[in-house]
């Protein structure tokens, strides 16, 4: 029989979806109240300035906090041959390059920024992808080793891949609308996130050696 979740992992967990949700419905909030952007074409970004911009920073620092505990938390909750050690510090890295990304807000067509502000948006925003695609990859590709991961780790394997390829896709395909495409490659990273930490949630507690 399963043991319940140590609280650690549980607290991480619950805490971790509550960011996401937090991020999802601020995001869909900020661009209703916004109806000079047509969502499809406009990035998320254009939303970190002008009214309401400050709800969407705070969104983006929610999803940070959850890349960061659930990086952590898989690390303590998986089991040690399940574990990579670059995948917990991609994670943590992905969190912050994306509350760097909130604080420098890029250009907008309502908001002019100068060239350092440019710069360190565009970096982060591109880090926090990359360091958080990575991870994704890496972990999913070591969760078959974990019997209580086993039965997920197709799926978020998968997902990890979707997500990553289509994060490409919209890098390189520069004829995608810019706003659409961004938004699908964050909702399969939603996605990712959310189900890793579902079933974080549910690590029996002889896993949660703290190593």
């Not at 690390?75 to 510090?89: H, N």
């Not at 991609?90 to 990304?101: C, E, H, I, K, N």
Request: aromatic letters at 12%; a positive charge; hydrophobic letters at 55%.
């Amino acid at each position: 029989m399963r043991s319940h979740p140590p609280r650690f992992l549980r607290h991480a967990a619950g805490i971790a979806r509550a960011g996401l949700a937090w991020f999802v419905l601020v995001a869909v909030a900020v661009q209703g109240a916004r109806p000079e952007y047509d969502w499809w074409q406009a990035p998320l970004s254009f939303y970190l300035s002008g009214p309401n911009s400050l709800w969407l920073r705070t969104a983006y620092d929610g999803l940070a906090v959850a890349a960061v505990l659930l990086g952590v938390g898989l690390w303590r909750g998986l089991a040690p041959s399940a574990r990579y050690v670059l995948a917990p510090a991609l994670f943590v890295a992905g969190g912050v390059s994306l509350a760097v990304t909130a604080t420098w807000p890029g250009a907008s067509p309502d908001h002019a920024v100068g060239d350092f502000d440019a710069v360190v948006h565009g970096l982060s925003a591109i880090a926090s992808f990359l360091f958080a695609g990575v991870a994704m990859l890496l972990q999913s590709a070591s969760l078959h080793r974990d019997p209580h991961w086993r039965t997920i780790a197709p799926l978020l394997l998968a997902l990890a891949a979707l997500a990553f390829a289509a994060l490409w896709l919209h890098a390189l395909w520069r004829e995608l609308p810019r706003g659409g495409s961004q938004k699908i490659v964050i909702a399969l990273y939603l996605c990712w996130l959310f189900l890793a930490g579902w079933h974080l949630r549910r690590t029996p507690a002889a896993l949660d050696s703290g190593a």
